[in-house]
């Protein structure tokens, strides 16, 4: 297995511009996360997926919008990048249900966006 | 909303222990997760302890939990270099939630 896959690793954005994180996982997980790490601070949940089709807001969506087409992808779309989302973004899977005993998590290596 | 409060940075010397303290709000919190993020790498699950429990130990990480202060600790035993790293605590919005919030991390440093 690949675990967790993010592209690009790194990436400067004009304001205004947009852009896709991409994010694929080859264990077959059905629940998968996107967090942005701000310097000095812990991780923010953007959106969220339960499962193929299904995807849910988290703490921070603004200016981010996500799909679940297949079980293996769930990109982050930003359409008018501001310089507030400058940012790291990781992208998680998660084995099992999530937060229980039986879980097991994976996390990407993260994107370093930054929009000037 | 839920809050996660850690100290910033920890410095300690090799061999020793070092203890990490965390502080969360929400109280029907049913898991706490501890997280350590190398530079430039993203978030490796250490532990983690249900809300149920006092004391949770996984060789050489031992953690304790004290429910009625809402107060949870990361002790390492035998402190190496390559314990060098941020430690993040995490809580998760009660029974269900399929949300995590997280604390802003300690830097632990480790001196040689």
């Known amino acids: 297995n690949a675990g967790v896959t993010q592209t690009p690793k790194f990436r400067i954005l004009k304001i205004g511009q947009s852009m896709t994180l991409q994010c694929t996982q080859d264990?077959?997980?059905?629940?998968m996360y996107w967090y942005r790490q701000d310097p000095g601070m812990g991780l923010k949940l953007i959106y969220y997926?339960?499962?193929?089709?299904?995807?849910d807001k988290g703490e921070v969506p603004n200016g981010y919008n996500v799909s679940r087409s297949t079980t293996e992808d769930f990109p982050l779309r930003l359409e008018l990048a501001a310089p507030s989302q400058t940012s790291v973004y990781f992208c998680a899977s998660i084995q099992g249900l999530p937060f229980t005993s039986t879980d097991t998590q994976y996390f990407g290596p993260g994107t370093r966006l930054t929009v000037l | 909303g839920e809050d996660v409060e850690q100290s910033l940075f920890l410095s300690v010397r090799e061999g020793d222990s070092s203890v990490i303290n965390c502080t969360y709000t929400?109280?029907?919190?049913?898991?706490l997760y501890w997280y350590k993020q190398e530079p430039g790498a993203g978030l490796q699950l250490l532990t983690y302890i249900f809300s149920n429990m006092d004391m949770k130990q996984d060789q050489r990480l031992t953690v304790l939990l004290n429910k009625k202060d809402k107060h949870l600790s990361l002790r390492i035993a035998d402190t190496q270099t390559g314990d060098s790293a941020i430690y993040f605590c995490a809580s998760v919005h009660g029974a269900g939630s399929y949300q995590l919030t997280f604390g802003k991390g300690t830097k632990l440093s480790v001196i040689p």
């Open positions: 997926s339960v499962g193929a089709g299904i995807t």
């Open positions: 264990m077959n997980h059905n629940y």
């Open positions: 929400d109280s029907s919190s049913t898991y």
